[in-house]
């Protein structure tokens, strides 16, 4: 069992480099402080990643022995459950992460691929497996699972119990910037805090509880799970892990054959989140990437519609025949730039061997901002007979949502 506590105040950093961090925090999330501050500070969802899935690595020569130990054992715990890969960084590696043990307090500098050296720290108390595959979870480009857009269904955030320093810890993310692909929230996550994370010196009982429950049926449905007490990927890390690094199915009995077909419909309340003009309307189009067993990508984009809050497309996306794992749709604004700004939403789905209808991918916990649309994956045989197939469906779903008009309006 091992009880993660982080000690920012113990990190060598000045009160002006706490609140740069916290500033740059702040526009990852689409909340700058100040609005003069260059959006291209934030990146898409996929610029990220670590190239052919693969983390370069070098480790310091005063890293100890038991700990450089700890950090093989760690990257082979991820070897062994995903597709990604650690190699040692050569002479001419530019992107690398470079263990260290030179401060204190357990950190990665970076979320994801920043491009250069990038480094994680682990001290002496820092000695943990558990730690250790947290802390290459960030580098790998995971935020904290409490951090997710929906966590307030899940957990409730104390923060009377912290100190206003430690406030940006529990941020919450913004849906343009984490894609929990598909997964539901994760009380055995190798990235969740533990219940008192940050909590007050000096604090007994209850007023230690930084993270409370708010869940209970769904925490008992998943095991009541320790949380925060971290001893390995759970089930949802590695699917999150697959998905996000688009990972090649692991077994034959994986993924649907067909061709995958999306009926995009229409959006609700397409407000840009990074937008500080109230008055531009999104212009907003959506990209559909499937994965298939292979890992391999295919990329479909909707038309453009202009200026509409509540843009209606009724368009086919086509993806091919293959055998299909997941499908990430995501909603972008031209009026807004550069791309990393633009894209307003990103959630991911699991294909269906059954046509799915009116499917909803949501900007936030409420869905009060979304995009409806239905997917199905076409028996190749049948969709080689000809596009009518596609046309006649189209047809029938037009006549009932024209019915379902004339219901409510009369």
Not at 132 to 158: C, K, M, T
Not at 207 to 212: E, M, N
Request: one cysteine or more; glycine letters at 4%; proline letters at 4%.
């Amino acid at each position: 069992m091992i009880f993660k506590y982080y000690n920012f105040s113990s990190l060598p950093i000045s009160k002006e480099q706490l609140r740069d961090y916290m500033e740059r925090m702040d526009r990852a999330n689409g909340n700058s402080r100040d609005q003069n501050v260059s959006r291209a500070a934030i990146v898409d969802l996929e610029s990220n990643l670590w190239m052919d899935r693969t983390l370069r690595f070098k480790i310091d020569n005063a890293v100890p022995q038991q700990t450089k130990t700890l950090i093989h054992r760690a990257m082979r715990h991820w070897q062994e459950n995903t597709c990604l890969k650690f190699i040692q960084a050569s002479t001419h590696t530019q992107d690398y992460v470079k263990f260290v043990n030179r401060y204190n307090g357990c950190f990665s500098t970076h979320v994801g691929r920043e491009g250069g050296i990038q480094y994680i720290n682990l001290p002496f108390d820092c000695n943990h497996l558990g730690i250790v595959i947290h802390e290459i979870g960030h580098a790998l480009g995971f935020w904290h699972e409490q951090s997710r857009p929906d966590r307030d269904r899940y957990v409730r955030v104390n923060l009377n119990n912290t100190s206003p320093l430690n406030w940006f810890n529990f941020l919450k993310m913004r849906d343009s910037v984490v894609d929990h692909q598909g997964s539901h929230y994760d009380y055995g996550s190798i990235m969740h805090y533990h219940l008192n994370s940050f909590s007050k010196p000096g604090c007994t009982g209850s007023d230690c509880i930084t993270l409370s429950i708010s869940n209970t049926s769904e925490y008992v449905r998943q095991g009541s799970p320790l949380v925060g007490w971290w001893q390995n990927l759970s089930d949802q890390d590695i699917l999150q892990t697959n998905r996000f690094y688009s990972c090649p199915c692991r077994s034959r009995n994986e993924g649907i054959y067909g061709n995958l077909t999306i009926f995009l419909r229409h959006g609700s309340n397409l407000f840009n989140p990074h937008n500080t003009d109230p008055s531009v309307f999104p212009t907003a189009y959506v990209t559909v990437t499937a994965v298939d067993c292979n890992g391999l990508k295919t990329v479909r984009n909707s038309q453009t519609i202009q200026n509409k809050v509540n843009p209606r497309w009724d368009e086919w996306l086509v993806m091919g025949v293959r055998t299909w794992q997941f499908f990430r749709i995501r909603v972008w604004d031209q009026q807004i730039t550069p791309s990393s700004q633009s894209l307003t939403m990103s959630q991911t789905f699991t294909v269906s061997s059954t046509p799915k209808m009116r499917e909803k991918n949501c900007h936030n916990s409420d869905c009060t901002n979304f995009v409806v649309f239905d997917h199905e994956v076409v028996p190749s045989a049948n969709f080689r007979k000809g596009s009518s197939i596609l046309h006649k469906r189209t047809y029938v779903t037009c006549l009932l949502l024209n019915l379902l008009d004339t219901l409510v309006l009369h």
